[in-house]
């Protein structure tokens, strides 16, 4: 065959693949992934580059555009050091570089209204002889995440001490404290949506979980007798201030017949009680002298109540509730009981509430109405909570960065950036604060060095343990900043 037929014929080709390109654009699937396609009318795609892929093939590598970077490498000696991996009371990872850091600039709090008027009663919440913080969050904050060295670093700076609540029926890592359950107890999340289905009730709490020791059952009366306990103890993993705690609180509802508790303190027997059998919210409170090292409680009874956890504070100062729901996007609240939020919040008294989603919403958003109306649902229900609450203050925690897959190349999602400023102008009109996660790692793309860096695991979404006390103590400084700049 002639050359120039055969160039011909090359050139030709190479022509009609390069027209294909202009038929192809951006899908995002089921599954949350974009891909590069030509979609056809029976949704069927055929995986193709679009026009901009010359442009990336002229990229040496992804531009590591990460404000934190420096921030990330200059630590990095000292937060992997295993000494550091469950801090003393005295201990951070804060060092010349941390304290370095221009919050005002990088994972800047954003505040409503007066600026300085919010600050100032934000720190007057702190400085209180008593300070309850709820800390709601999906699966980044689980096992204490995020929530630990948070609490950690606010009771170091206004007094306190203990974990706050935990669930007696534990199904993550828990670092928090150590709890041991006998094997009968059930855990019931209302943001399982299955599980919550087949309860028939919709009591779930200021934590939006229980546990019981026995099942649901419709002849109650021919259930045997059912014993059930769990053991607690300091954790030696934790934070020194998480390890003192005096006062004892069994959180529990929906109790129709006698229940019978035993306390032991040490091994001593200290208390032999009944609960209260009326249906409704109720807190079995104990006070220490001391931190016990093992606190045992022993129920029996035909029908398990509904206990909605435990929780462990000092007498005074900063205490924060840690509360996760894995795959949730912070919009159950309005679907829970009134009455029964409304009692529990009376008892637990919050002060301030801090909302942590987004994150599980960002792989389904395919339109601006989309984005629109989850973050719209999103503060109606922070609202909910506030009707109940209404002297609590507000501050929502936008998700960081996450990274799709697009043709083997790593990309933010598409709506990351849009769910950030969407957020952070629907709280600045509904008087709640807003911490820029996104932002704070390093905006577009940031993920990626993190990654690379061991500040995040390889699913390009949840932060390592290293990741997680960086980005903690870069939200704590911002926080810290903006309350001792003011009187």
């Not at 002639?2 to 599954?31: D, Q, R, W």
């Not at 949350?32 to 010359?54: C, K, Q, S």
Request: with cysteine; hydrophobic share 35%; aromatic share 12%.
């Amino acid at each position: 065959m002639h050359p120039k037929k055969i160039l011909l014929f090359l050139v030709s080709v190479l022509v009609a693949l390069f027209g294909m390109t202009l038929f192809s654009s951006y899908h995002t699937t089921a599954s949350g992934m974009v891909r590069e396609g030509i979609l056809f009318a029976n949704n069927t795609m055929l995986r193709y580059p679009t026009p901009d892929i010359l442009g990336m093939l002229f990229k040496a590598q992804e531009k590591e555009n990460n404000k934190l970077d420096k921030l990330i490498k200059d630590n990095k000696e000292h937060i992997v050091d295993e000494k550091t991996e469950y801090l003393a009371e005295n201990d951070s990872i804060v060092n010349d570089t941390l304290q370095k850091l221009e919050t005002n600039v990088e994972g800047k709090i954003y505040y409503p209204g007066n600026r300085i008027d919010y600050i100032r009663r934000l720190k007057a919440k702190l400085c209180q002889t008593s300070c309850q913080i709820v800390h709601y969050g999906d699966s980044q904050i689980e096992g204490d995440r995020i929530t630990g060295y948070v609490r950690n670093r606010l009771q170091l700076a206004y007094a306190g001490g203990g974990p706050g609540f935990f669930p007696i029926k534990v199904v993550y890592n828990q670092n928090s404290i150590n709890i041991v359950a006998s094997a009968n107890w059930s855990r019931y999340a209302f943001f399982d949506r299955k599980q919550r289905r087949k309860v028939g009730h919709d009591k779930y709490g200021l934590f939006a979980t229980y546990s019981r020791f026995t099942p649901y059952a419709k002849d109650t009366a021919s259930m045997p007798i059912t014993k059930a306990s769990f053991v607690l103890k300091p954790s030696k993993k934790s934070y020194a201030r998480l390890q003192h705690y005096t006062q004892f609180g069994l959180h529990y509802g929906n109790a129709h017949s006698h229940i019978s508790i035993k306390v032991y303190e040490d091994g001593n027997i200290l208390k032999t009680d009944t609960l209260i059998a009326d249906g409704k919210y109720h807190n079995y409170k104990l006070n220490f002298t001391t931190t016990p090292n093992e606190i045992k409680v022993e129920l029996e009874g035909r029908v398990s109540p509904d206990f909605y956890g435990i929780t462990l504070d000092a007498s005074s100062g900063v205490r924060v509730d840690n509360v996760a729901m894995r795959g949730e996007a912070g919009r159950i609240f309005t679907r829970m009981n009134y009455e029964n939020y409304h009692q529990m919040s009376a008892d637990r008294r919050p002060d301030i509430f801090i909302f942590q989603f987004g994150g599980n919403t960002i792989p389904y958003m395919k339109t601006d109405l989309q984005l629109k109306d989850y973050v719209e649902g999103l503060i109606f229900n922070m609202k909910w909570v506030k009707r109940a609450n209404p002297n609590a203050m507000f501050m929502l925690l936008g998700p960081g960065d996450m990274t799709t897959s697009r043709n083997g190349q790593r990309m933010t999602y598409p709506f990351l950036p849009k769910l950030n400023d969407l957020m952070k102008e629907e709280c600045l009109k509904n008087d709640v604060a807003f911490f820029s996660m996104y932002e704070a790692m390093g905006g577009e793309n940031a993920m990626i060095t993190w990654v690379k860096e061991g500040m995040a695991a390889a699913d390009y979404v949840h932060f390592s343990p290293k990741g997680t006390k960086l980005i903690s103590e870069v939200f704590y400084q911002c926080l810290h900043n903006d309350l001792a700049a003011v009187d």
